[in-house]
């Protein structure tokens, strides 16, 4: 059995990418409206070029489309068991986006 979760919303910070390992990671946050007044912020974790293109191309505020799946982190602080749900995402769809320009010093 597989879950999948598809969201659009707007990012609430800028992404960071960050090496894990081999591999690219980014944390960010989605804040995505349930009706006009109330909105749900997600955690959503992007891997490899996907996190590289978001970092590249989108930026806080602006709207994209994630469709992943629902997961779990646990561990436990101060003798508590904590979950942590988030989305690890497979596909980004841009909505708005803009071009980043490269660093071209002379």
Do not use: C, H
């Not at 912020?41 to 970092?55: E, S, Y």
């Amino acid at each position: 059995m597989t879950n999948s979760v598809i969201l659009t919303g707007r990012l609430t910070g800028d992404v960071e990418i960050k090496q894990a390992g081999k591999t690219v990671v980014a944390n960010v946050s989605l804040a995505v409206n349930k009706d006009k007044e109330n909105v749900d912020f997600i955690p959503v974790t992007l891997w490899g070029d996907v996190a590289k293109n978001v970092a590249k191309y989108v930026a806080k505020g602006m709207r994209i489309t994630i469709a992943g799946e629902l997961a779990t982190n646990t561990y436990e602080k101060d003798g508590t068991k904590i979950t942590k749900l988030f989305v690890n995402a497979k596909s980004v769809d841009f909505i708005d986006t803009i071009k980043k320009e490269e660093n071209t010093e002379a």
